[in-house]
C-alpha cells in the first residue's frame, strides 16, 4: 500500500514568488491535514481538507492556502514568499476527521 | 502560546535502559494524545496514542503515562536501542478538531551502544 507522497521533496524559490506543493493521500484516506515544521517553531497545524473542504485552519496568515480535489489529492499555495516561509511542509491523511495521521516525508521549501 | 510542553529537548540513553519524555498540557478539552517518531528526512510516524480515560498504555517497548489530574503524560521507551535514535514529538488534540494537532518542541534521542 503506497504511502503519502508529497511532491517536489525540495523546491527553491526567491522572495515574493508563489509556490504550490503537491500531496497524494493514502488511497482510500479522505481527510489531508497540512503541517510546517521549522527549527524554532517546530510542528504547526496550517489546515485540514475533508471531502474537498476546509475543516479546520491553523493561525497562519492568508497568504497560505490548500484545496483538496474529488480524488482527496490536495495542494497548498503559498503567495508573496517571505525567507520565513522557509520550512519542510508535511502532509498528512487518514481515514476519517480525528482519526490516525499517517505523515508524508515533507516538501522542503527554502525562500531566498 | 505554548500548548504542550515537552522536556527534555535532548536525551542521551545507553543501550538497554529506559528513555523518558515529558509533557504538560494546559488545555482541558483535549482528549487524544498521541506520540510520534520522527527520523531525519522522512515525516513524523505514529508510536503509540493514549485517550484520558485510561492511565496508562503499552505496545511492546513503548509505554505511555498519563495523569490526568497533572495534566501530563510522559512516553518511556524500555531496552531503548540504538535504532530508537531519532526526535520524538508528544502532541494533543480535542474532540471537535479533527486532526488538528498541537505538538510539543521535540526531544531528540541518541541511544548509545
Known amino acids: 500500500k503506497a504511502g503519502v507522497t508529497q511532491t517536489p521533496r525540495y523546491l527553491i524559490k526567491t522572495r515574493g514568488q508563489q509556490v504550490t506543493l503537491s500531496c497524494s493521500p493514502i488511497s482510500g484516506h479522505r481527510s489531508v491535514s497540512w503541517y510546517q515544521q521549522t527549527p524554532g517553531q517546530g510542528l504547526q497545524f496550517l489546515f485540514e481538507?475533508?471531502?474537498?473542504?476546509?475543516?479546520n485552519k491553523g493561525n497562519f496568515p492568508g497568504r497560505f492556502s490548500g484545496r483538496q480535489f474529488s480524488n482527496s489529492r490536495s495542494e497548498m499555495n503559498v503567495s508573496t514568499l517571505e525567507l520565513g516561509d522557509s520550512a519542510l511542509y508535511l502532509c498528512?491523511?487518514?481515514?476519517?476527521?480525528?482519526?490516525?495521521?499517517?505523515f508524508g516525508a515533507g516538501s522542503r521549501l527554502t525562500v531566498l | 502560546q505554548q500548548q504542550v510542553k515537552q522536556s527534555p529537548q535532548s536525551l542521551i540513553v545507553q543501550k538497554g535502559g529506559i528513555s523518558i519524555i515529558n509533557c504538560a498540557y494546559e488545555n482541558t478539552a483535549f482528549d487524544y494524545f498521541p506520540w510520534y517518531q520522527q527520523f531525519p528526512g522522512k515525516g513524523p510516524a505514529l508510536l503509540i496514542a493514549i485517550r484520558p480515560d485510561v492511565s496508562e498504555k503499552k505496545e511492546g517497548r513503548f509505554t505511555i503515562s498519563f495523569n490526568k489530574s497533572a495534566k501530563q503524560f510522559s512516553l518511556h521507551i524500555m531496552d531503548s536501542q540504538p535504532g530508537d535514535s531519532a526526535t520524538y514529538f508528544c502532541a494533543a488534540s480535542k474532540r471537535g478538531n479533527g486532526n488538528k494537532l498541537v505538538f510539543g518542541a521535540g526531544t531528540i534521542l541518541r541511544v548509545k551502544s
Open positions: 498528512a491523511s487518514s481515514l476519517e476527521l480525528a482519526n490516525v495521521l499517517t
Open positions: 481538507y475533508f471531502s474537498e473542504t476546509q475543516r
